[in-house]
């Protein structure tokens, strides 16, 4: 039991190989059945990114039909199917698990100084439940296809729709446990596994973040999960649930889904603004400004987010009276988002800000998950929304929050913890052209898509009048550049498990408990059990962090 | 964590957890004869509310013996009910929507 030192073993690694949690064991067998965290976390990150492959292919269809007015590259019925594959995919298949299931696997036991997960068996189910929830909707979706849009609303979900509705639903379905037991685990080990000193007010912003997470996890997805049995039941046994001809009731399916599904969207983005809570205040060298309240208001936006879904419903037949207090609500949960943001930028202000690529990525988020943000507030008022309702504008404020948010912070992450998952550093110079590159193409796929659909083009159509082309153009021309971009880390990130520079144990010059074991990590993630003495983002001299210092003795990159 | 097992096989035993369960089919049997009674001429959705009443109790049986939240610490007993609490969130929400639909200030 001693106290780790940020420094220590800070030299460049030599070159004899040290037993890491790669190198310890090459078979098959020992990845499949690996209780490791950082294993499992690797399988996730192969899993995740073929979704999120097969995700943006069909984003590229919808963009390409889209390109002209007619419905001529894609059947209108082709269309339906190629864009509710594309949310179902994104949506439950790289969205929910991307931070949680990579970064959040990876990290969380390294950041709380423990061993692997409390649950490291359950770790490993959560795996082969995305899997095979993956696997049978893969199925589904080669038998046919489903069309209802990734919402699966009824009634036409349960009487109309002739496609594979109900083996989509049991994939997603049987994916919605994977999430549950990683939200389960992860509460469970930053209860009872966090090393001695590691105090709930010395945990890093993006365990924090991760809690608030998985208690959305644990109490909202089991209500989707039954919301789609439901929808089952009523399917093969014809009880009345949600068709009103034999006692149900549409929108009742509405208010199960959005139960689930808005607070989902903390699921996603949650873990994001951690990830960015980390990025922000390791790169501004600065404790990040007023860490109590970013803590706290990641478990407000997880309880309030339970209490807005309604502003899905409001010209679905809703009352008004429901719509009103919903529309409040909504205002209300927009608070504890806009105190991180504020908090991010005071972090910022006076910090000693490096530009390096996860940088980029953070600074790109805030600008785009601000505007996000905001047009969310459009959404949410009774009176704007119904001219909104159901247009693009819908779309490109999803996809700000998403894109511009989850999927940002998510590249952030990827490029900040790299070094510590592969022990390898990337190209510095194509990873702020990639990081630059996407942050030009999104705004250019998605901002004119506000306008689109304030100009009143309907989403989940292929066909639209002509005078909208100019825009639609634009938007399909930056979805090919940030496409590009996305291909882009791929390639060098790829490339630099063979040929990247070794890297160094602490490569950013960072205080957190990650840094302080090696590059990457043994299978049990620390020689010596760490004893933390210190308080979260503690960038002083003191600590051994002299940027200077390091600099001249060349350990870091920067 | 293995201490903790040797105390729950303790709590009731086998034979607890078959009365226990004998009780849950019991309830299920109690279920179906039930719906036959005509309890709505009582009040109309007696026969469902006796139905919701059965189903919870029988659920709490599940929730106290075979999950041993009766004999668990403070902290499942907290999310126990956190798990009721959120349930009970969405039930009002979800009927505020519904008991205002029609009538009062804000109908159409
Ligand atoms: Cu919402």
Request: hydrophobic share 50%; charged share 10%.
């Amino acid at each position: 039991m001693q106290e780790v030192s940020a420094i220590s073993g800070n030299s460049v690694p030599a070159d004899e190989p040290k037993l890491n949690y790669i190198n310890n064991g090459h078979t098959l067998k020992s990845w499949l059945l690996t209780k490791d965290h950082k294993r499992i976390a690797l399988m996730y990150l192969v899993s995740v990114s073929a979704f999120f492959l097969m995700g943006g292919i069909y984003a590229g269809f919808i963009r390409l039909e889209l390109l002209t007015p007619a419905s001529d590259l894609l059947e209108t019925a082709t269309y339906n199917k190629v864009f509710t594959q594309h949310g179902i995919l994104m949506v439950f298949f790289f969205l929910i698990p991307a931070i949680p299931a990579i970064l959040g696997n990876f990290l969380l036991p390294l950041m709380i100084g423990a061993k692997d997960l409390a649950l490291p068996r359950i770790n490993l189910l959560s795996l082969y439940i995305y899997w095979i929830g993956g696997i049978i909707t893969l199925w589904a979706l080669m038998q046919g296809g489903v069309d209802t849009g990734w919402t699966f609303y009824t009634p036409y979900s349960t009487t109309f729709s002739n496609s594979y509705v109900m083996a989509v639903g049991i994939g997603v379905f049987i994916n919605g446990f994977s999430s549950i037991l990683t939200g389960l685990n992860f509460i469970v080990s930053i209860h009872t596994m966090r090393a001695p000193g590691m105090t709930w007010f010395r945990l890093p912003l993006f365990v924090w973040a991760h809690y608030a997470t998985s208690l959305v996890m644990i109490l909202g997805t089991p209500v989707v999960a039954i919301t789609i049995l439901l929808v089952a039941i009523e399917r093969f046994a014809r009880i009345g649930i949600f068709d009103p001809a034999i006692g149900g009731d549409p929108i009742l399916f509405q208010h199960l889904f959005w139960f689930y599904s808005h607070p989902a969207v903390y699921i996603m983005i949650l873990p994001g603004m951690g990830v960015i809570s980390e990025v922000i205040a390791g790169f501004s060298r600065k404790r990040i400004f007023g860490y109590e309240f970013v803590a706290f208001s990641s478990i407000a936006i997880a309880v309030f987010g339970f209490l807005v879904w309604g502003h899905h419903m409001f010209v679905s037949g809703q009352s008004i009276f429901a719509g009103l207090v919903f529309s409040f609500l909504s205002m209300v949960v927009a608070v504890p988002s806009a105190i991180k943001t504020f908090n991010w930028t005071a972090t910022m202000y006076k910090g000693s800000i490096s530009y390096d690529t996860p940088m980029l990525y953070a600074i790109g988020f805030l600008g785009l998950f601000l505007i996000g943000g905001l047009t969310g507030l459009f959404l949410g008022s009774v009176g704007l929304t119904v001219h909104l309702t159901d247009t693009y504008f819908v779309v490109a404020h999803f996809h700000y929050v998403m894109v511009g948010g989850q999927v940002i912070a998510y590249l952030a992450g990827i490029h900040y913890w790299w070094p510590k998952m592969t022990g390898r550093m990337y190209s510095e110079f194509w990873g702020k052209i990639s990081a630059m590159l996407i942050f030009v193409g999104f705004n250019l796929t998605f901002f004119p898509q506000f306008i689109l659909g304030y100009m009143g083009m309907p989403r989940r159509y292929a066909s639209y009048p002509e005078e909208l082309q100019v825009l639609n153009i634009f938007s399909t021309a930056g979805a090919s550049v940030l496409g590009f971009g996305l291909v882009m880390p791929v390639v060098y990130l790829i490339h630099s498990l063979f040929y990247g520079k070794k890297a160094a144990d602490n490569p950013w010059m960072h205080p957190g408990l990650e840094w302080r074991t090696s590059s990457p990590p043994p299978t049990e993630n620390f020689k010596e059990m760490p004893v933390v003495t210190w308080e979260a983002y503690d960038f002083g001299e003191e600590s051994g962090l002299d940027l200077e210092d390091a600099r001249k003795r060349e350990a870091v990159t920067i | 964590m293995s201490d903790n097992h040797a105390e729950h096989e303790e709590h009731i035993g086998i034979p607890g957890y078959l009365v226990i369960f004998l009780i849950l089919v019991f309830g299920t049997i109690f279920t179906y004869f039930s719906s036959f009674w005509d309890l709505d001429s009582i009040f109309p959705g007696a026969n469902t509310l006796l139905a919701l009443a059965i189903a919870f109790t029988k659920m709490m049986f599940v929730i106290l013996y075979f999950m041993h939240v009766r004999w668990s610490s403070k902290t499942v007993w907290l999310a126990a009910v956190a798990a009721f609490f959120w349930l009970a969130i969405m039930f009002a929400f979800t009927m505020q929507d519904y008991f205002t639909r029609i009538s009062g200030v804000f109908s159409v």
